[in-house]
């Protein structure tokens, strides 16, 4: 997932980056409202970690902006502990919140959650053709066996088995897997698919290439 992490405490925000990245998401930073601002108006995120209490431009302000672009899942990170205040959030269009102090664990779960309910999809495991995939366990199986694959390669699944029968672009995809501060070339996202195919050769989906387009993820016919 590519990830938008609004925090001015940078420690916390450090924490959080590091914690995302090391999981293999795309993440970028925003210390302040006025840069949050510009970036969820240029840039399509799959989740934002919003902190409300920010300088330039309020959380508010930033979740009003978001909700005028997309559907992207907000999740509130607040000190408020009112109960106005958290009816408030959630009628501006936030997704959840979480009070702080937080356990990483709780915050990772609820990251999962509201991504999955904007996807439509309220399980944690998504099946296409012989081949299952578990967003909890980071597991993922073919015909019930468990195989292996490297975390950017569980990424890039990932980005694959929640946008089935879709083409995506090679640009699409490094939108999906990284965040401004390292992107990679476009010969990477090749080698990352080949890889893929290969883990995936006892599967009954496959990874189509259409040329000058992109890639299109579906059972084979």
Excluded: W
Excluded at 6 to 21: K, M, N
Excluded at 23 to 49: F, P
Excluded at 55 to 66: A, N
């Amino acid at each position: 997932m590519r990830i938008l992490i609004v925090e001015d405490d940078q420690l916390i925000s450090e924490s959080l980056e590091q914690r995302f990245s090391d999981l293999g998401h795309g993440v970028d930073c925003a210390y302040d409202g006025d840069v949050a601002y510009s970036l969820v108006s240029h840039t399509q995120y799959d989740l934002v970690i919003l902190d409300l209490n920010l300088p330039k431009r309020s959380g508010e302000e930033i979740t009003k902006r978001i909700r005028q672009r997309s559907n992207t899942p907000i999740l509130i990170l607040t000190a408020r502990k009112d109960v106005y205040d958290r009816i408030h959030l959630l009628d501006l269009g936030a997704d959840d919140f979480l009070s702080k102090p937080f356990d990483f664990g709780e915050l990772e779960a609820r990251c999962r959650s509201v991504v999955r309910r904007s996807r439509g999809n309220d399980h944690n495991v998504i099946e296409l053709g012989n081949l299952s995939f578990d967003s909890v366990t980071a597991t993922v199986k073919v015909n019930g066996e468990s195989i292996q694959l490297k975390q950017r390669e569980y990424r890039l699944l990932e980005v694959f088995i929640n946008h089935p029968n879709r083409v995506l672009s090679k640009e699409d995809i490094i939108d999906h897997l990284y965040g401004y501060d390292n992107p990679p070339n476009q010969n990477a996202i090749e080698t990352y698919v080949g890889r893929l195919r290969k883990a995936l050769v006892t599967s009954n989906v496959e990874i189509k290439t259409l040329r000058g387009l992109g890639y299109v993820f579906a059972v084979q016919s």
